[in-house]
């Protein structure tokens, strides 16, 4: 049974950080990629930031230069650490997994738009806000 249970989330002021972990379990990391999405109040869910198993990233522009995305496989845990956050970045944070196919990772060739179609596991999802 696959699990993914976010932390670290909070409230912060504009160019402030924090650093978000997922724990994950049971699955194979091999065979999977793991991101962040986002959502706010009345948006769409968005993807924020990707990795696979070769370490090989993706980002939205919107984060791009402030997000960083990383994993440890010894503690099975995914982090997102955000620097320089602004307003905007306010929305709930949900660690995600998806199975890697035979291109490769989804999240790396899809439009993000489309990434969260990919998403075969969800986390619950942990709360950011960065006031002004």
């Known amino acids: 049974q696959v699990q993914l249970v976010e932390s670290g989330g909070g409230s912060v002021q504009a160019g402030g950080s924090l650093r978000l972990s997922c724990v994950a379990s049971?699955?194979?990391?091999?065979?999977?990629?793991m991101g962040w999405f986002r959502q706010s109040p009345g948006k769409e869910r968005e993807g924020v930031a990707f990795i696979d198993s070769d370490a090989g990233t993706r980002y939205a522009d919107s984060v791009k230069g402030r997000f960083t995305i990383s994993n440890d496989n010894t503690r099975n845990t995914l982090y997102l650490e955000m620097n320089s956050l602004k307003p905007e970045d306010t929305a709930m944070y949900y660690c995600?997994?998806?199975?890697?196919?035979?291109?490769?990772?989804?999240?790396?060739?899809?439009?993000?738009?489309?990434?969260?179609?990919?998403?075969?596991?969800w986390g619950q999802g942990t709360q950011v806000t960065v006031s002004s």
């Open positions: 995600a997994v998806a199975r890697v196919q035979l291109i490769g990772c989804p999240f790396h060739f899809v439009p993000l738009t489309d990434a969260k179609a990919k998403v075969d596991y």
């Open positions: 049971g699955f194979t990391y091999s065979r999977h990629c």
